[in-house]
């Protein structure tokens, strides 16, 4: 079967593949969107469409911004093909995806990469109880199926954590406590940046509307310098430490964890671009341009995927990489590309403010304890990574081979940032230094009858 | 006696490439009292040694390296004791079941060349029997041609063992170090690399997929192509299978693990950047050989792959490997195993310590000699492993 043929091929419906489809359709370029969601959005306007008919006010106005987005998306021309897991990218610009059972190859003049963000591993003892989820998970399930418990508690910082929270209260449901770990050093190093974060006072107004209606329906638990989730086999409550030497132990069924979201590299790793560790964020990012140009002239990164900078710099992320690859089959677009440069850098100046203020101290992003578990997929713990580190693992790939860690089906999305600093704390390397894991296809898994469906039909 | 004499002074035999052929030859010289230096461009396994297919198999290898195979297995089946480890090889069978008349063709035809030659370790097994042993093969199988006693081996594992091992006996180890350049200074062998010189009496090289790189810096001119073949890995299943299965006439190895994931390899190659040190999987080969373990296993339809990796190995142009003096003396070529080496490691190692010693070898290596592409480029006829 010969491969289908796209100018543009667009992998994630976020706001970022959903806004570089309007600019690429526009300018009249065959262009298909693949995603892996059931509708488009992303994770941040997550079922948008549905829940615009009974529109629950507790999703808050943010949410429903991106209806005009969503709608232009639906309208624009674009090939959009849900449902689908993008598994390679090869040196031939061949997109491998499975769609219904089927693995596909389509190729491309250019590959806008729009694959989002993943929430930052939180390895707090007990985290891999039932009970215990995301809180990006607990944001997914209210989302898509109205789903949540009374009674949680949420642990971590970061906007999404003060933003489901607050959608939780909205929403009705008895929210037990929310315990921060923002430190107070994270607030020393972050105020010089204040000043740039004004540029976005909506933002900053949102974010302070979220912690006041938090403050005046939960307990709101600071200074806090252990976590310990409690339990046997199921999630019982939450203990922890203040920085006063205070314990406070808090039954609850529901723990949601979340300390901030880095760029989801596994598919631009395993496709073999260039990246670079992010000193200030404290992950690994895409080396781009400022279009979105990758290390393969013929490969964008649009969105949190190449830095974390949130919805309405995604969608311009999406115009800007679009609106270059536009340019680049003859039709310059200067002024449009200006501008999307000026809005994004806008929309970008609250990132240093946040990225300080919501970095976890080492204290969150390591484990606290030797049997807190690391590798959740292969269940080896802190002390499991660290007698792999004393018998002469010296970086990630060799741990794997050492101990499994991040050999499971997550391919190291749960652990790899916390081995690899695990790494750079026994060796004194830097993170630059130690590297991450050799990410492999299948980014996803799939099955072997959909692998083998290229040559033809699985044998009875 | 006077060349044992020499090399037996303190200066040690330099090995270059710790993969189980380096690591190996280290862990025998090191057991005979013989200092070794062992230098590493990246680190202990990293390349075809520490991600192949594992395969310990005697079967359907070519009649010339018989010989060594069967010699290594002996080591294989000592494999714990020799290198203090649990469970090191996993001693099963290993059968190529023929899926069509042609299949079941080319095994008679097989196991008749083989008893030509004189080998009586290769069995045909048929349908019944083969169901009763493997029940989840597919029911269409017409039987196939099997080894007793072959198995697997966690290749990563076996290296590590080899090198831990000789490294406890006092071999040196050193990574990352590469090789610059291999210079004759009077007597000796001056190895220059990224971190200093070091002069010794005998180079070994063990460098895999740039074995040709390094003896063209001894002066002998040997090809070899850098190939990546592809595997698999599977989530884990419920045990079903206590042997390694592949084709005949076709390309396939299949293994369960201990934990219940399956490695699904099959000869199919990805792209090699040996310079980068870099593969690229190709999807339509994936898909080949993925296909082909549908055949033999149709029950695994909805199991999920987790990984897809290839190692950078060494090809010759005919496929044996290339071990035995170089053209100057002091210099012992071992690589280019063309991805089958893992299995011959431990003969291969204990042959390498014999040529660096000037010691009699067990097996002899005339079909590997790396002299023997210098005249006809061709290999005798009816030695082509085609099964």
């Known amino acids: 079967m010969a491969n289908q043929h796209f100018q543009i091929v667009i992998i994630g419906a976020g706001p970022a593949g959903m806004a570089a489809a309007l600019t690429t359709t526009k300018a009249g370029l065959e262009t298909i969107v693949i995603d892996d969601q059931k509708d488009s959005g992303g994770q941040v306007y997550r079922n948008l469409q549905a829940n615009q008919e009974t529109s629950p006010a507790y999703l808050g106005q943010s949410y429903y911004d991106g209806a005009k987005l969503a709608q232009s998306f639906a309208d624009c021309g674009a090939v959009y093909r849900p449902d689908c897991t993008v598994w390679q990218i090869t040196d031939m610009h061949e997109v491998a995806l499975v769609s219904r059972g089927k693995a596909e190859l389509i190729t491309a003049d250019y590959i806008i990469i729009a694959t989002g963000a993943i929430e930052r591993p939180m390895p707090v003892k007990g985290w891999t109880l039932p009970g215990v989820m995301s809180v990006g998970g607990a944001q997914t399930l209210l989302k898509q199926a109205a789903l949540g418990a009374d009674n949680a508690v949420f642990v971590g910082s970061g906007p999404l954590l003060y933003l489901t929270a607050w959608q939780y209260i909205k929403a009705g449901l008895a929210v037990r406590a929310v315990i921060d770990i923002t430190g107070e050093k994270q607030w020393r190093s ?53 920085s006063s030497g205070d314990k406070i132990d808090i039954d609850a069924n529901h723990i949601f964890l979340h300390q901030g979201v880095v760029p989801n590299v596994n598919l631009t790793m395993a496709t073999g671009l260039a990246h670079q560790w992010d000193h200030q964020a404290h992950c690994w990012r895409p080396v781009i341009d400022v279009t979105g140009k990758s290390s393969d002239e013929q490969i964008y990164i649009a969105g949190d995927g190449g830095g974390i900078g949130g919805a309405k710099a995604a969608a311009i992320a999406g115009r800007l990489a679009a609106s270059a690859i536009v340019a680049r089959y003859g039709k ?32 969150f992003r390591l484990a606290q304890t030797d049997e807190t578990i690391i590798c959740r997929c292969e269940a080896v713990s802190k002390a499991g990574v660290n007698a792999a580190l004393a018998s002469g693992a010296s970086g990630p790939n060799q741990l794997k081979a050492f101990c499994r860690a991040g050999m499971g089906r997550c391919q190291g999305r749960s652990c790899g940032l916390v081995v690899q600093e695990m790494i750079a704390s026994h060796t004194g390397q830097s993170m630059a230094e130690i590297g991450y894991y050799r990410l492999r296809p299948p980014v996803k898994p799939i099955t072997l009858a959909e692998l083998a469906s290229l040559e033809g039909p699985w044998p009875d | 006696m006077a060349r044992l004499t020499r090399t037996a002074a303190m200066r040690p035999v330099v090995i270059i490439g710790a993969g189980i052929q380096g690591c190996a030859t280290a862990f025998f010289l090191s057991q005979r009292g013989q200092p070794v230096i062992v230098l590493e461009k990246d680190h202990v396994g990293r390349h075809a040694s520490g991600v192949n297919a594992g ?46 008349d042609a299949g079941a063709d080319l095994a008679s035809r097989r196991i008749q060349q083989l008893h030509r ?45 080899f090198h831990d091992k000789a490294a406890a006996l006092g071999a040196e180890f050193r990574t990352p170090v590469t090789v610059t350049s291999i210079d004759r200074s009077g007597e000796h ?47 884990r299943q419920p045990m079903f299978l206590q042997s ?117 070898t067990r097996v002899n290596l005339t079909p590997f000699s790396p002299h023997r592409f210098a005249g006809s480029s061709r290999r005798p006829l009816g030695v082509k492993e085609a099964l």
């Open chain 1, 190 to 242: 972050a105020i010089p940046f204040a000043p740039l974060a004004l540029l976005q006072p909506d933002m900053l107004a949102m974010g302070r509307k979220w912690i006041g209606d938090i403050r005046r329906n939960t307990e709101l638990i600071y200074s806090v310098s252990t976590i310990e989730i409690i339990g046997q086999s199921q999630a019982q409550g939450v203990s922890c430490t203040l």
């Open chain 1, 332 to 363: 310059p677009r200067f002024l449009a590309q200006l501008y999307y440069k000026l809005r994004h850098l806008h929309y970008l100046s609250i990132r240093p403010f946040l990225d300080r203020l919501y970095l976890p101290s080492a204290d």
């Open chain 2, 55 to 100: 395969g310990v198999r005697r079967l359907g290898r070519d009649i010339a390296e018989i010989p060594l195979s069967v010699a290594s297995m002996d080591w294989w089946n000592q494999i714990d004791q020799l290198l203090d480890i649990d469970e090191g090889f996993h001693r099963q069978f290993y059968v190529k079941v023929a899926l069509d």
């Open chain 2, 117 to 161: 030659a004189g080998f009586q370790h290769e069995i045909w097994v048929d349908r019944d029997q083969l169901l009763c042993r493997i029940p989840h093969l597919t029911k269409s199988v017409f039987g196939g041609v099997l080894v007793e006693g072959d198995g697997w081996a966690l290749p990563w594992k076996i290296t590590r063992a």
């Open chain 2, 189 to 235: 062998w001056q190895v220059t690399t990224d971190k200093g010189m070091i002069e010794t009496d005998i180079v070994v090289n063990c460098a895999g997929a740039w074995g040709a790189q390094i003896a063209k810096m001894t002066g002998d001119n040997l090809v070899i192509e850098a190939h990546a073949p592809m595997l698999v890995i599977t989530d």
């Open chain 2, 244 to 360: 390694v299965v592949g084709v005949m006439g076709g390309t396939l190895s299949f293994k369960q693990l201990d934990n219940g994931s399956m490695v699904i390899g099959g000869g199919q190659r990805g792209v090699a950047d040996a310079a980068r040190n870099l593969t690229q999987i190709i999807p339509a080969g994936l898909s080949s050989f993925v296909m082909t373990a549908g055949r033999v296993f149709p029950h695994l339809r909805d199991v999920a792959i987790l990984r897809a990796w290839a190692g950078i190995e060494g090809y010759t142009k005919d496929n044996l490997p290339i071990i035995g003096n170089g053209s100057q003396a002091g210099i012992i070529h071992g690589f280019g195993f063309s991805a089958h080496g893992f299995q011959l490691g431990p003969a291969v190692g204990e042959a390498l310590a014999d040529l660096a010693m000037a010691r009699q």
